[in-house]
T-cell receptor, first 116, second 112 residues
Framework: DSGVTQTPKHLITATGQRVTLRCSPRSGDLSVYWYQQSLDQGLQFLIQYYNGEERAKGNILERFSAQQFPDLHSELNLSSLELGDSALYFCASSVAYGTGGLDEQFFGPGTRLTVL | GQQLNQSPQSMFIQEGEDVSMNCTSS?????WLWYKQDPGEGPVLLIALYKAGELTSNGRLTAQFGITRKDSFLNISASIPSDVGIYFC????????????FGQGTRLTINP
C-alpha cells in the first residue's frame, strides 16, 4: 500500500459524458501528479499540482482539467468523453521539491475508465 | 517529447534465472527510477537512483545509473514466481518533483 488513494476504482460511462476522478496523496506529500496509461501509449504524464497550484502540464487534452484543494486532495475532470479516453488513470504523490528521496513518486491503485 | 527506450519488451525465463533489462535515452536524466506493476494495480517503486554511476540494491534487485546519465539497467537475481509483472524504468530530467518519463515496460513471465 503506497498510501495514495484513488476513487473510484472502476468507472463505466458513455461518450459525451463527464466524470471526476479523485486522489488523496500520502500524508505529508504536497505534490500530486496525474498519469494516463493506455495500451498503445504507455504511461503518460498529464498534469502536476504542488500545494494547490498547477506546476507542470504534459499531454493533457483541453477537455481534461484538474485541481488540488486546500486539504491537498486532487480531482481530475474528464469531459466530452470519447472512446479513446478509456484507460487507467493514476495519481502519484511526492513530498515536494528537494533532494535525495524527496523526488520519489508513489502511485495510487488507479481508476479504470471505460467509455462505451 | 522525451522518450525512454526500454528493452527487452518481454522475457520468458525459468524460475531461478537472473534477469537483466535496461533503458536508454537520447536525453540526460538526473534521476532514474524503476517500478513494477502488477495487473490492475499501480506502479510500485523498486529502486531510485540519483547519481551517475550509482549502483543500488534492494534485496535481489540491483539497478545502476549510467555514467552518461542516458541509461540505466535493472537486474533481478534468482527469480521467483512473484517477480512476474511489468517493469518500468522512469526518468526525471531535472531534480525536484518533476514529471516522470516512462519506458514502454518489460513484461516478465516466469516458468516454474
Amino acid at each position: 500500500d503506497s498510501g495514495v488513494t484513488q476513487t473510484p476504482k472502476h468507472l463505466i460511462t458513455a461518450t459525451g459524458q463527464r466524470v471526476t476522478l479523485r486522489c488523496s496523496p500520502r500524508s505529508g506529500d504536497l505534490s500530486v501528479y496525474w498519469y494516463q496509461q493506455s495500451l498503445d501509449q504507455g504511461l503518460q504524464f498529464l498534469i502536476q499540482y504542488y500545494n494547490g497550484e498547477e506546476r507542470a502540464k504534459g499531454n493533457i487534452l483541453e477537455r481534461f482539467s484538474a485541481q488540488q484543494f486546500p486539504d491537498l486532495h486532487s480531482e481530475l475532470n474528464l469531459s466530452s468523453l470519447e472512446l479513446g479516453d478509456s484507460a487507467l488513470y493514476f495519481c502519484a504523490s511526492s513530498v515536494a521539491y528537494g533532494t535525495g528521496g524527496l523526488d520519489e513518486q508513489f502511485f495510487g491503485p488507479g481508476t479504470r475508465l471505460t467509455v462505451l | 517529447g522525451q522518450q525512454l527506450n526500454q528493452s527487452p519488451q518481454s522475457m520468458f525465463i525459468q524460475e531461478g534465472e537472473d534477469v537483466s533489462m535496461n533503458c536508454t535515452s537520447s536525453s540526460i536524466f538526473n534521476t532514474w527510477l524503476w517500478y513494477k506493476q502488477d495487473p490492475g494495480e499501480g506502479p510500485v517503486l523498486l529502486i531510485a537512483l540519483y547519481k551517475a554511476g550509482e549502483l543500488t540494491s534492494n534485496g535481489r534487485l540491483t539497478a545502476q545509473f549510467g555514467i552518461t546519465r542516458k541509461d540505466s539497467f535493472l537486474n533481478i537475481s534468482a527469480s521467483i514466481p512473484s517477480d512476474v509483472g511489468i517493469y518500468f524504468c522512469a526518468g526525471q530530467l531535472r531534480r525536484g518533483a518533476q514529471k516522470l518519463v516512462f519506458g514502454q515496460g518489460t513484461r516478465l513471465t516466469i516458468n516454474p
